[in-house]
Structures are given as C-alpha cells and as structure tokens.
C-alpha cells in the first residue's frame, strides 16, 4: 500500500470522526434524568433540579413544597409523597444547590434568604400565575430555609412545617454531627458505606437498609460536592433581613422525634418563642428523620395539619 493511498483512507475514515465530534450536541442535563418526574432549571446562573406530583384528587386541596436537610435531597421524603397525594395534594420538592442533583458552583451565595429568593423564583415559574399559596416543608438546615421562604412572602404561604429543624435563629456549624460529616467529607474519608451507614444510624435511631445508605451516597458522589460543601459554610451572608415576626400570622406544625440528638426538642421550644401558635408534635422513639423512620405516625400527623389549615 503506498503511502498515497494511506493518507487517503485515513482521511475518509477520520473526517467524518471529526465532523461529528465538531457538530455534536452536548447531552444537556435536561435529559439526565435521576427520576421519571425530575426537571431542571436555571435559576440566577445555578441549574436546580425539582420534581412534581400532581394529584389525582379533582380540585386539589393545595400545593406542598418540601425542603430536605443538610446532605439530603428530594430522596428524603421518599415514604411522605404518596400519602400527600392520596390526601390531595400537589408538591413539588427540590435538591438545594450543593445537594442532590443541582448545582455544586462556589459562586453560589448559600444563605438562607438568598435561598429563599431562589425558591421564590423556582415557585414563581411553577405558579404561572395561580395565586394558590404555599404549604412549605423543611427539615433540619432546610427547617431554616423553610422558615425563611414564608418570612419573605407569608401573604403566599398557607402553613409552615418544620422537621427537627434548625431555624433561622441557629447556626448549622453548632450540630456535631453535621461538624464530624464536614470535617471527614472535606478529608476525603466519608463516602464509604460504613461511615454513611453509621451516620444514618445516628440520625435514624435505627439500622439503616441498603437503599437507604445508598439514596443518600449517590448525590454526593457528583464532582464539586467537597467545594460546595467549604462554601456552604464560607459563602452564607445574608442578603435580606429575616424578621421572624411575620411568622405569627401562619400556621406552623413542628415535628420532633423524641430521641432526635442532633437537633433535640429543646430546639422546639427555642423556635415556640417567637412562633408561640406552633403545634409542637413528638414521635416517640423517632430520631432526627421521623419521615423516614416513623412514616405512617408522621404523615397522619402531616395530612391532618394541611387538611385542617387548606379548607376552602
């Protein structure tokens, strides 16, 4: 074969290599989806993942939005979203920036108003007008962000939910075990299955399963997780003052587990100071994830609160 005749089928077998690699589309993320009912939008330069149920139940009672905790995601209320929709209602429920499958930029301003601001963006595109307000729910670090999403608008939210809960009031670096989870991530020592098991033993007050350690490790294996996390500490000043005051005119439910050691009850009646109309409801025996560890006891708890407060 001459030498002619190689430079010929090299360049009809690369070029058209070339061409494609040129004109190819990324993959957007749009089409990886972690869940059937996942979505993605770009909100102030971070893209966040959400996921919606509508109910079956013709008129829907309300709308519900959940808010998971420090190192969780929408996966934290697996055992909670069938009961709300057999109930009635519509939710939504979302990844905060660092966590599950949204963005991991430490660009991001992780404070909690600033994180209520994204989430009155989010809603906002959800809404498309509809004036129905909001149920909002939040445990542990997203109780805060919960609480500060219904600071900022109580005149669009319908009630306030709050799962061992750090408030506003609290800082996330006073909870041991969130210290020990961000100094062992940050040490690259935490994502094995043995240190996430006994951190959910912790948290649970009972073994965990495979498909819980597990739901909880794959969003935190994403590239980004260790720099989001050193941010969410560093990056978090406030960009709106958050008056706990306009509380008082919404109904608040606060679920505790009575054996919850990272955030204990005691944070309950911090939080019942300045929400003295707070339903204070405990769950024998449950750790700091009642929605998890004890779903039947809490989603009764949870459906007749919204179903009260949601009346037409």
């Avoid at 709106?240 to 919850?260: E, F, H, M, R, Y």
Wanted: glycine share 6%; hydrophobic share 40%.
């Amino acid at each position: 074969m001459t030498h002619k005749i190689r430079i010929f089928l090299l360049f009809i077998v690369v070029l058209p290599v070339i061409y494609i690699s040129l004109n190819a589309s990324p993959v957007p993320r749009e089409a990886k989806m972690p869940f059937r009912n996942s979505h993605f939008i770009t909100v102030d330069s971070a893209v966040i993942h959400y996921r919606l149920w509508i109910t079956k139940v013709k008129p829907a009672k309300g709308k519900v939005i959940f808010i998971h905790g420090f190192a969780g995601s929408t996966f934290s209320f697996r055992k909670n979203y069938d009961s709300l929709l057999s109930a009635g209602y519509n939710i939504l429920a979302l990844d905060l920036p660092a966590f599950g499958y949204s963005d991991r930029g430490t660009w991001i301003n992780y404070s909690q108003s600033s994180r209520a601001i994204m989430i009155w963006k989010l809603l906002d595109f959800i809404d498309r007008g509809d004036t129905t307000a909001w149920n909002i729910i939040g445990h542990c670090m997203g109780g805060g962000t919960a609480e500060a999403v219904a600071i900022m608008k109580p005149q669009r939210t319908r009630s306030l939910t709050i799962i061992g809960a750090l408030s506003t009031a609290l800082s996330l670096s006073n909870i041991k075990p969130v210290k020990k989870f961000y100094a062992d991530y940050v040490n690259l020592n935490f994502l094995s299955f043995s240190n996430m098991q006994q951190l959910l033993l912790s948290g649970y007050k009972q073994q965990p399963d495979t498909n819980d350690i597990t739901g909880y490790m794959m969003p935190l294996r994403l590239p980004g997780t260790i720099e989001a996390i050193v941010s969410l500490f560093s990056n978090c000043r406030e960009v709106v003052p958050l008056n706990s005051n306009s509380l008082k005119q919404i109904p608040v439910l606060a679920v505790w587990g009575t054996k919850d050691s990272w955030t204990p009850p005691r944070y309950a009646k911090t939080i019942k100071t300045y929400v003295p109309q707070m339903e204070l409801h405990l769950i024998n025996g449950a750790g700091h994830m009642p929605m998890e560890t004890h779903p039947g006891e809490f989603n009764g708890i949870l459906v007749e609160f919204l179903n009260r407060v949601n009346k037409h």
